[in-house]
């Protein structure tokens, strides 16, 4: 498979669009629940009529019923869960410094299986589901392909030889795995069906978790608080917004965008207005981290320090 071997396409010459703030957070907005999980949460997926956290320090995942706010199980792995998904009817997370993909049996709620990879540390978004397998990326600075009817490593694409050291995020979206590494400013696109890297995208420094969304893949630029927008048609920079001095993750529903600008803000950006009409604090982590996702009509904030996630009405645009 090749190995950085694309060119380099996009551009970072499109000028970034300020989404207009207010000049103050939003008057008291609250969430609908805070739910007490293990200690540490990091990473949320949501599946199978639940929500799933990974605790780093208990290694364990809870699960919440979001039709109570409890937690309804709290589920043993091996090592800190490092990246969640839910995937082909079961939850899946890294172990961070195992090496282990592990697959939690969502009717028995306990792991089924234990797939090894190279590396030993995981990513925010370092699982995807798509073209009917698991594809996983830890700090090797390769994408794994798993088949889910086996538990098996289909393929091993080498993305950067010398390694992720931040580990590698990936997300699915028009028929292909998109990866992008924290200390590189390209974003990959490697076609699921024949599994060679199709372009190498620069959008700028320091990208982020992608995520689809609204027709594009968007990319968090970490250090500078602006999300780009790739068009999956011609593999270039769509739009690029700036929504905050730094961002770490981005979420997109509809016209709706939830971004973690760091781990205490949360903010809601209308996308047909280009503003930000919503900001929420979030209590404050000695150690930085705290995953987001979107289902059930809300936004799932995990909070590492406190133990926590919140859950907050998604305002639909």
Known sequence: MADEAASDGGSTSTPAETAASPSAPSEEPTYQAEIEVGAEPGYVAIGDGSVWVGNHVEGSVSRIDP???????????????TGMLFAFGDAWTFGAMTGLLQRIDAAE???VA?????????????????????WAAEDSGSVYQID???????TRIRVLRSGCGPSGNLTFAAGSIWYACWDQPF???IDAASRDIESKIRVGPMAGSPSPGKGAVWIPLMSTGVVVAVDPATDRSRKRLR???QVEQVRVMGGDMWVRASDTELLHVDLKK??????????PAPIPGGGLALGFGSVWAANFGEGTVW???????
Not at 69 to 76: F, Q, R, S
Not at 311 to 317: L, T
């Open 67 to 81: 039709s109570s706010d409890t937690v309804i199980e709290t589920i043993p792995i091996a090592g800190e869960p």
């Open 109 to 111: 709620n306990k792991v």
């Open 114 to 134: 234990r797939i090894r990879l190279q590396g030993r540390g995981g990513a925010i978004n370092g699982l995807a589901a798509g073209a009917g397998y698991v």
């Open 148 to 154: 889910p009817r086996t538990n098996r490593i289909e």
């Open 187 to 189: 974003v990959w696109r």
């Open 243 to 245: 929504v905050a001095d």
């Open 274 to 283: 280009m503003k930000v009409s919503d900001r929420y604090e979030l209590p």
């Open 311 to 317: 859950r907050i009405a998604a305002a639909r645009s």
